[in-house]
Structure formats: structure tokens, C-alpha cells
């Protein structure tokens, strides 16, 4: 699909970051460390005095200089070691891998699930403006905004696993009784797809299921509205009236010329929502006990657990390029006139 | 010479539009017809309703307007009673209609020989193995330098004439009996208008197509047209053979914007303006909707209702006090 000239921009595109995510590393060293609370205190517990303090904060190398931890930082981080999680005792980079998957897998699936209420939506309320749908449409953007994220998860649980159980228990990613599928990309649904199982996938689905709603309805409201918008702006437009005037199908008007015309706007904000997700889905983790990245950062921050911030912030920032570069090249396999480099 | 059924009869047509702020009458029983083989010319200021007729002839006119009587026949077909099923294949097919600022008018992250061939599929014409041939032929037929490379083209690649010759292309691609150009010239260089004037009147008379002309330029009109209607403000005032209307006009406003047209050999100052702008059509309107502009306004015109009336052999014209 790409010529040679495309994989070149991309690479370019890719070196381009470097000097931001090097940017990233240092900001977010000095600012974890500016951050008040001296971890050394923390892990040492209540009931130690100041010379096991001591202890613990040279074991941890924080008597060192700022210039000094982060020259050890850095070099460890050429070599691909993120550190030691000291709340957890595990390896950062290791959280990450497990972690990172939970999260994606229930992004993405909060993704398709808010793309495929809004996109329907948001196209049938811009055809018929003011009529039942449009309402409707209105709504579910006002409710998708203005219903706290916590709540509608709490709601979920309570109707659907409390007063209906029809959801199993909101504890994680696998009821207790499965064994989680072997791992090879971690999404729990596609490893047991891989691996033939398809009560686990139930099993994994039914489990990812209710935070995906949750997290899919509070995403619908931005993608629905701009859908919306989008579409009835395209649908005014010159072009639109030349294909009408042409006797085109009211279908082929509709979503060969109108929508992919709208879509290059929604793309933007899918790009948006995407990342406002994967950093902010921490409130739905923690109502359904989700083992991701959100939570993982979260119980890092409050305890001042260096290397786990960092290595979270790192994981997000390059997640951040790859998604633009992602949303960049879809861009121009839609607009012509657009090119990967400007 | 002429056939003697017209193919476009338009009669008595009345159409508003329903907005927050009122109902404005945006046409008033205007009466047209064009014969195969003919270029009719459509003149008058901007916000006359020329582009609400032509709109209203291939329905497709915004949701907000509606029509309150008259009737339209197009080559036998009720326009204004056909199904939206009919009335699709009728356009594209049977009438066409190419618009101003041809580089807006075109989808613009779809290549040109697409949208051309699009229109082609639709209408039947064309499957897939016989599509790119009928594309270059099309574009081809609106002389259009290196088509194999050209189809590949966006609109955004090319130039204003250039897409205006897509557009043709794609309006006459199905040899439709009716072509409706509604300012084809506008927003292109004077020797672009030219070029694709010639073109318009070359392929409509070769094909012998009705053709209405909608322009507000009535020189281009008296060199292309054979008839000319002018419109203002909803109304048909005038209706004549262009060599009629040039040698005698009757109505005011049609000698007014004679003398608000530039000649080739005039100054600069023989240009008047038309005093007055087009009357607010929302609410209550005189008969005569000049009558608030015109110079020879007495109180009888507009004692009662004004109709277009056969003055001449071919000479229409709606006015109590014409010249």
C-alpha cells in the first residue's frame, strides 16, 4: 500500500518525535521529584526512625543529586530497563506489558462500541434535522457529557450484574474460574480467539462488556456531535448539490460522497477521544477492578513511586506519537490533498 | 424549424420558502418554455428566482422551499408529481445542470474520471469493463488535453476552466435532452468564460439540446442565446427573441439593465446603475414588484393583479406602462 517515498516520511515522521519524548523524560523526572512526599518515608512505615529512613532512601539511590539519579535513569533507559516498581516490587517494564494490553483492549473496544452507536447517529440526525432522531441524537450527547463516568459505571453494575445478573462480578479482567488464555498480544478476547477457546472469549468479552459501555457512552457524545456537524455541513456544500443534481442514489450521496467528505473532521476527533480515553479511563478501572495502565499510575503517584510514574508517562507519550502518526497517515489515504509531511 | 412541443414548460410556478423570519415569495407565476435545439437566456439580478427555477425544473431545490402552484412538464413528464425514484434517474439522464464555481461543485477527494464515471454507472450506461472508455470519451467530447492522464486528476489539480470541462463533461456524459447552465462563467478568467461558453453552445446545438442559460451578464446572453427571459424579483417581466428584446425592449427594467450592461465601444460613464435594490419578498407585495424602482410608475399599476401578456408575435411582457 505504501511506496517507497511514504515509508520515508514515516521514518521521518518517527525520528521527529525523538527530541519530544526526550523532552518528555526530563520534565517528567523533575516533576515526579518535585512532587511533595519523600518516598523514602513512605516504604519506611510508620514506625521507623530516622536511621532506617536514611537506609531505605540510599538502597533507593535518592541521596544522590538530581544530575546523578538521572544519569543512572537514562542509561538504564537506553538499555530498555525502566527500573524497579518499588510499591509493587515488580520490574516497570513488566507492569507495563501486562498492564498496557488491559487498557488497550478496553479502549478499543469502547472505541468501536461509541464509533458504531455515533457514526449512525450523528448521520441520521444531520438528514432528518429536527426530527425525532435529531432529538435523540441530542439527547444522548447531553447525557454522554454531562453523566460522570463512575456513575454510569456504578448504575451498570447495579442494574446488570446486581438486579438483572446477566454481567458477571465487575472484578477484573477473567472470572476466577477461567485461566487466562496464553499469551501473544495480551487482549485476553484475541488470545483465546488464537487459541480456539471460545468460552474463555465469552468468558473475557462478557467481563469487558459493561466497562466498555461505560467508557463507550461517555466517548459517543464528542464523535455523535461532530458527526453531526460534520455531516450537515458537507451535506450543504456545492458538491453534494452536483451529485444530487446528477441523479446519484441517495445512498451513494449519502456515505461515497458526504461521509468521507465528514469523516476527515470525525477522524480529528476520534484521534482526540482516543487519547483523552487511555489516559482518563483511570474511573472506570477502578469501578470494575480493572487491572490497567490507569489504575497502575494512579497507586504509583499516590505513593510517589518514581520509576512507575516515569515509566507510565514514557509508555503514554510514545503511544501519543504512534497514534498521530496512525491518524496522519489515515488522513491521506482519505485527502488527497493532504501530505504526511506538513 | 422549432419543435413544436416544448421540451421544459414551465407554467405559472409559485414557489416560498418557509424561514424563521417569514415566508418569502421567491417566485410568482413565472412562465417559461424551451424547445429542443434552443439556448434560452435567463437574466436578472441576483435573488431574481433564476436559480430557484432551475432548481424547482430538476427538484432539487432546499427543503425550506415549497410550491405552491403551477405546474412543470419535462418531455412529458409531471415533474412536480413524479416520484423521487423517477425524478433521480430523470437527472444526470435525461436533464442536467452544471453550476458555478465549477472547483466547489466537484467532490474534492474523489478523482475526476470517478465522479464522471459515477454518473455513467448510474444511469446505466456504462459496467465496469466499459467505464474508463466512456470516461475518456467524455471528457474527450469537452476537448480536454491528455484524458488518460487527466482522469486520475482531483479537482483540486486542476484549474477553474479545467473543471468546469469536467463538469460538462459529467452533465452531458449521458446525452441528457435538457442542460440547465446556471452561471457556468462565473468566478472564471474572461478568455475561460469564452472558451467555455463556445463550448456550451457548440455541444447543445450539435446535440440538439434544450439549453437554458441562467447569467446575470445579458451581453453573454445576446451572444449566445435565442431567446431571452429576464427575471426580477420572482417575476417574469420580459420574454422575448434576443434580436426582439435588443431592437425593441419594452419593459423598464430590461432597458435598465441594457444601460447597466458595458458595451465594447463605450466610456465608462455610459453604465447606469438601476436605482433601488430588489424589494424584501417576504409579506405583501405589489403586482408590479419593479414598481418601487421604476421611473415611469404611475398609481394605476398596481390597481390590479399584472399578468404576462403576448404584446408582439413571440413578445412577452408584463407591465401597464410599457416603453
Avoid at chain 1, 80 to 94: D, F, I, Y
Wanted: with cysteine.
Amino acid at each position: 500500500m505504501f511506496g517507497n517515498e511514504k515509508f520515508k516520511m514515516i521514518v521521518g515522521r518517527l525520528l521527529q518525535a525523538i527530541p519530544s519524548i526526550i523532552g518528555i523524560i526530563i520534565v517528567t523526572f523533575v516533576l515526579t521529584r518535585a512532587l511533595p512526599g519523600d518516598p523514602a518515608v513512605y516504604f519506611a512505615g510508620p514506625a521507623a526512625d530516622e536511621k532506617s529512613i536514611q537506609e531505605i532512601r540510599v538502597s533507593l539511590g535518592l541521596d544522590k543529586s538530581w544530575l546523578e539519579q538521572f544519569w543512572i535513569y537514562a542509561s538504564d533507559l537506553v538499555t530498555g530497563n525502566l527500573g524497579v516498581s518499588v510499591s509493587t516490587g515488580q520490574p516497570v517494564v513488566e507492569e507495563l506489558i501486562r498492564r498496557l494490553p488491559a487498557s488497550l483492549e478496553l479502549t478499543f473496544l469502547a472505541l468501536i462500541f461509541s464509533l458504531a452507536v455515533a457514526l449512525p447517529l450523528g448521520i441520521a440526525a444531520a438528514t432528518r434535522p429536527n426530527s425525532w432522531i435529531d432529538q435523540l441524537c441530542r439527547i444522548v450527547v447531553t447525557a454522554g457529557v454531562s453523566l460522570p463516568v463512575f456513575f454510569t459505571g456504578l448504575i451498570m453494575v447495579y442494574l446488570f450484574y446486581y438486579i438483572w445478573g446477566v454481567a458477571p462480578p465487575p472484578l477484573g479482567r477473567l472470572e476466577i474460574i477461567y485461566l487466562s488464555p496464553p499469551p501473544v498480544t495480551n487482549f485476553y478476547t484475541i488470545d483465546a480467539l488464537l487459541d480456539g477457546d471460545l468460552e474463555t472469549f465469552g468468558a473475557a468479552f462478557a467481563q469487558l462488556a459493561l466497562p466498555a459501555i461505560t467508557l463507550g457512552i461517555f466517548t459517543l457524545a464528542p464523535l455523535a456531535r461532530m458527526t453531526r456537524a460534520a455531516m450537515l455541513q458537507v451535506l450543504s456544500s456545492d458538491f453534494i448539490r452536483t451529485a444530487r443534481a446528477s441523479g446519484l442514489k441517495r445512498s451513494t450521496v449519502l456515505y461515497t460522497y458526504a461521509f468521507r467528505n465528514a469523516f476527515l473532521p470525525i477522524l480529528t476527533t476520534l484521534g482526540m477521544v482516543f487519547s483523552f480515553m487511555l489516559g482518563s479511563n483511570v474511573l472506570v478501572e477502578k469501578v470494575f477492578a480493572w487491572p490497567g495502565i490507569g489504575s497502575f499510575a494512579i497507586e504509583a503517584l499516590i505513593v510517589s513511586d518514581y520509576a512507575a510514574v516515569q515509566g507510565f508517562v514514557l509508555a503514554m507519550a510514545i503511544l501519543y506519537v504512534l497514534l498521530n502518526l496512525t491518524i496522519d497517515i489515515v488522513y491521506t489515504l482519505v485527502d488527497p490533498r493532504v501530505g504526511l509531511d506538513g | 424549424m422549432v419543435d413544436p412541443i416544448p421540451l421544459l414548460d414551465i407554467q405559472e410556478l409559485s414557489v416560498e420558502f418557509r424561514t424563521r423570519s417569514g415566508v418569502v415569495h421567491a417566485l410568482e407565476n413565472v412562465s417559461m418554455k424551451v424547445h429542443r435545439g434552443e439556448i434560452i437566456g435567463v437574466v436578472g439580478e441576483s435573488g431574481s428566482g433564476k436559480s430557484v427555477s432551475a432548481m424547482t425544473a430538476m427538484r432539487i431545490l432546499d427543503p425550506a422551499g415549497h410550491v405552491t402552484s403551477g405546474s412543470i412538464t419535462l418531455g412529458g413528464l409531471d415533474v412536480l408529481n413524479a416520484s423521487e425514484e423517477v425524478m433521480q434517474k430523470t437527472r444526470g439522464h435525461e436533464a442536467s445542470m452544471i453550476f458555478q464555481s465549477p472547483r466547489t461543485a466537484l467532490n474534492p477527494i474523489r478523482t475526476v474520471g470517478k465522479q464522471i464515471g459515477d454518473v455513467l454507472k448510474r444511469h446505466g450506461n456504462a459496467n465496469r469493463q466499459t467505464v474508463h472508455e466512456m470516461v475518456i470519451k467524455a471528457l474527450n467530447t469537452v476537448r480536454i488535453p491528455d484524458p488518460e492522464r487527466r482522469i486520475h486528476a482531483y479537482p483540486f489539480e486542476m484549474s477553474g476552466g479545467m473543471c468546469q470541462r469536467i463538469m460538462i463533461a459529467m452533465a452531458l456524459s449521458c446525452q441528457p435532452e435538457l442542460l440547465i447552465a446556471d452561471e457556468p462563467t462565473t468566478g472564471l478568467d474572461v478568455t475561460t468564460q469564452a472558451a467555455i461558453m463556445d463550448l456550451i453552445r457548440d455541444l447543445s446545438k450539435e446535440r440538439n439540446m434544450a439549453t437554458v442559460l441562467i447569467t446575470h451578464d445579458l451581453a453573454m446572453a445576446a451572444d449566445y442565446c435565442d431567446r431571452i427571459v429576464v427575471m426580477h424579483a420572482g417575476h417574469v417581466v420580459e420574454n422575448a427573441s434576443t434580436k426582439d428584446l435588443f431592437a425593441a425592449p419594452r419593459h423598464p427594467y430590461t432597458t435598465k439593465l441594457m444601460q447597466a450592461t458595458p458595451q465594447g465601444d463605450g466610456a465608462l460613464d455610459d453604465i447606469a446603475s438601476i436605482p433601488g435594490g430588489l424589494p424584501d419578498l417576504r409579506g405583501d407585495l405589489p403586482p408590479c414588484r419593479f414598481s418601487a424602482r421604476c421611473e415611469r410608475f404611475e398609481e394605476t399599476c398596481n390597481t390590479s393583479l399584472l399578468s404576462l401578456d403576448e404584446v408582439s408575435p413571440g413578445h412577452f411582457l408584463a407591465c401597464r406602462r410599457p416603453l
